[in-house]
């Protein structure tokens, strides 16, 4: 997955900042046991300087011992250090790692690198910082498809199957998530309130963000609330820019607004992400028929010419929720 500049820079100072604490907090509690028992001091001066020591070791040509039998004497003086410093520690209260660094990722101690490769701690970094990236365009909260339950919605034969219906719609959205890419359609969510149309969008969002695309998941009354003050310039920014931008815009709630001075904006979006063949989602309270009554000719010819149409059933969740609490 490709990650922004952003998402790098914010993954590296996080690293940093991990390793910075780590090392800060060994040092308080190396000071805090070395006040008690000096002699810690001597042996911490002895085990750092191992490195320095081997290097001599190898280069020296002086001394009767031949540098594979120096070497093995400063790695016996190394591990003695080490043994007596778990001893001190031990005999004044201590546990005996209790100087070691506790770095937050034990395999790279927080460099963000292993051998020269990208650490599994980096990655997740870079994850979580790209996922907060592509969120903040999305105004609803996100979940996952696990979250949805079929179980508050009646079972019946026929078209009185909401259970069934609503298996179907989901597996449906699920399958969309996961295959999402530039030629996928635009869903147009239909039924009433309460339905589990916005809960299902969201994870739809969140999936698609995970696999690395952007996505804008706005309220429509919103949507046309900022276009229409950035139009009026009582206020900053390019709405209609940033929608046409996402691979995926999704309007929740259209009806919702008042009157018909934004019926040019959501002609316009509509528009201009069927001409730039990016997929929307968009979902209503209303009927076919109250959408009918309350929107011009060109742009039910839209949402229905150009969505597939998802209808859903049954009863309002909330009040499901709220007779079994």
């Given at each position: 997955m490709k990650y922004s500049n952003n998402a790098y820079l914010k993954a590296e100072n996080e690293l940093i900042k991990r390793k910075n604490a780590a090392e800060s907090e060994q040092m308080m509690r190396f000071r805090e046991v070395s006040s008690i028992e000096p002699e810690l001091v001597d042996l911490d001066r002895q085990i750092k300087s191992v490195n320095f020591d081997l290097l001599k070791a190898i280069t020296n040509k002086t001394s009767d011992k031949t540098s594979s039998e120096l070497v093995m004497q400063i790695k016996n003086n190394n591990q003695k250090a080490h043994q007596r410093k778990e001893q001190i520690l031990q005999k004044i209260g201590y546990p005996a790692d209790y100087l070691d660094t506790k770095y937050t990722c034990a395999d790279c101690l927080d460099t963000g690198y292993v051998d020269g490769k990208m650490c599994k701690c980096f990655e997740q970094l870079l994850r979580k910082f790209s996922f907060e990236e592509k969120t903040e365009k999305c105004d609803i909260a996100l979940h996952d498809f696990d979250e949805f339950k079929l179980d508050y919605y009646p079972s019946g034969s026929g078209k009185d199957d909401a259970r069934n219906q609503m298996s179907i719609i989901l597996n449906k959205c699920i399958s969309y998530a996961n295959s999402f890419g530039a030629k996928s359609l635009s869903l147009f969510m239909l039924g009433n309130t309460g339905l589990g149309k916005t809960f299902l969008c969201s994870c739809i969002a969140k999936r698609i963000i995970e696999n690395g695309y952007s996505v804008v998941f706005r309220s429509v009354l919103k949507v046309f609330e900022d276009a229409l003050a950035e139009h009026y310039g009582k206020r900053d920014g390019n709405t209609l820019e940033e929608l046409n931008n996402a691979d995926l815009v999704i309007l929740d709630d259209?009806?919702?607004?008042?009157?018909?001075?934004?019926?040019?904006?959501?002609y316009q979006i509509i528009n201009d992400r069927i001409n730039l063949c990016k997929p929307t989602i968009i979902t209503s309270n209303?009927?076919?028929?109250?959408?009918?009554k309350r929107y011009n000719e060109r742009i039910i010819s839209r949402l229905f010419g150009e969505f597939e149409l998802l209808p859903f059933v049954g009863n309002d969740i909330r009040v499901e929720k709220s007779r079994n609490s």
């Amino acid at each position: 997955m490709k990650y922004s500049n952003n998402a790098y820079l914010k993954a590296e100072n996080e690293l940093i900042k991990r390793k910075n604490a780590a090392e800060s907090e060994q040092m308080m509690r190396f000071r805090e046991v070395s006040s008690i028992e000096p002699e810690l001091v001597d042996l911490d001066r002895q085990i750092k300087s191992v490195n320095f020591d081997l290097l001599k070791a190898i280069t020296n040509k002086t001394s009767d011992k031949t540098s594979s039998e120096l070497v093995m004497q400063i790695k016996n003086n190394n591990q003695k250090a080490h043994q007596r410093k778990e001893q001190i520690l031990q005999k004044i209260g201590y546990p005996a790692d209790y100087l070691d660094t506790k770095y937050t990722c034990a395999d790279c101690l927080d460099t963000g690198y292993v051998d020269g490769k990208m650490c599994k701690c980096f990655e997740q970094l870079l994850r979580k910082f790209s996922f907060e990236e592509k969120t903040e365009k999305c105004d609803i909260a996100l979940h996952d498809f696990d979250e949805f339950k079929l179980d508050y919605y009646p079972s019946g034969s026929g078209k009185d199957d909401a259970r069934n219906q609503m298996s179907i719609i989901l597996n449906k959205c699920i399958s969309y998530a996961n295959s999402f890419g530039a030629k996928s359609l635009s869903l147009f969510m239909l039924g009433n309130t309460g339905l589990g149309k916005t809960f299902l969008c969201s994870c739809i969002a969140k999936r698609i963000i995970e696999n690395g695309y952007s996505v804008v998941f706005r309220s429509v009354l919103k949507v046309f609330e900022d276009a229409l003050a950035e139009h009026y310039g009582k206020r900053d920014g390019n709405t209609l820019e940033e929608l046409n931008n996402a691979d995926l815009v999704i309007l929740d709630d259209l009806g919702s607004e008042f009157g018909t001075q934004s019926d040019p904006i959501l002609y316009q979006i509509i528009n201009d992400r069927i001409n730039l063949c990016k997929p929307t989602i968009i979902t209503s309270n209303l009927s076919i028929q109250q959408l009918n009554k309350r929107y011009n000719e060109r742009i039910i010819s839209r949402l229905f010419g150009e969505f597939e149409l998802l209808p859903f059933v049954g009863n309002d969740i909330r009040v499901e929720k709220s007779r079994n609490s």
